[in-house]
């Protein structure tokens, strides 16, 4: 029934570790994204993807690396984790019609340690 | 974000009116969001408004954009416990971006 799907939900990793975050949406949409939420609560995207082909890839370190394997599946793969990668990082999709906004999922919360 | 700016914080008594503002900065954009975020959740789509609206009403909420002042403000009437929550101001800058500001914490107290 969700309609934007992330897993897992939490995520507790050493320094340097190999993680991914997967992400599924159900919604039909052609567009995912990942973004970023710090301890501030600032969030900002790290990768837009369409159909899946990458569209939008902000300055994020090439440590993370997103894959599409279809254009109902995100998902996002961290090499090398660091301390500062500790975040939420939420998954979104919409639809080709610019006035829909984004649906979220319910974010990963990432604590390196 | 660098784009878009909130206050961080806004407390306000239970039954009062809550405004929240946003200002922006890419004067092409074509719709603005507003976003809610409960504790340990995502973000859940308040309201839209399409920049050649002026105001738009759904409910408690009122939405009002200046575009000359890149202003947008957020009524919420009657404010309730449950309004309690991060309020995200949103930009669509291009086709597949959202700019978001940094969140306005809304405390509702009784």
């Known amino acids: 029934d969700t309609a934007v799907s992330q897993t897992p939900k939490y995520l507790v990793t050493q320094m340097g570790n190999d993680k991914s975050i997967k992400c599924e949406q159900n919604l039909g949409h052609d567009t995912m994204y990942w973004y970023k939420q710090d301890s501030k609560k600032f969030l900002k995207i790290m990768f837009s993807y369409n159909n899946k082909e990458l569209i939008i890839n902000e300055t994020v370190p090439n440590r993370f690396s997103p894959k599409s394997p279809d254009k109902a599946h995100l998902n996002l793969h961290i090499n090398s984790l660091e301390l500062g990668d500790s975040a939420v990082y939420f998954c979104a999709s919409s639809p080709p019609q610019a006035v829909y906004g984004y649906t979220f999922g319910s974010g990963t919360r990432l604590t390196v340690v | 974000g660098e784009d878009v700016e909130q206050s961080l914080f806004l407390s306000v008594r239970e039954g009062d009116s809550s405004v929240i503002n946003c200002t922006y900065t890419?004067?092409?954009?074509?719709?603005l969001y507003w976003y809610k975020q409960e504790p340990g959740a995502g973000l859940q789509l308040l309201t839209y408004i399409f920049s050649n609206m002026d105001m738009k009403q759904d409910q408690r909420l009122t939405v009002l954009l200046n575009k000359k002042d890149k202003h947008l403000s957020l009524r919420i009437a009657d404010t309730q416990t449950g309004d309690s929550a991060i309020y995200f101001c949103?930009?669509?800058?291009?086709?597949?971006?959202?700019?978001f500001g940094a969140g306005t914490t809304v405390t509702v107290r009784a």
């Open positions: 890419d004067s092409s954009s074509t719709y």
């Open positions: 949103a930009e669509r800058t291009s086709d597949y971006k959202l700019s």
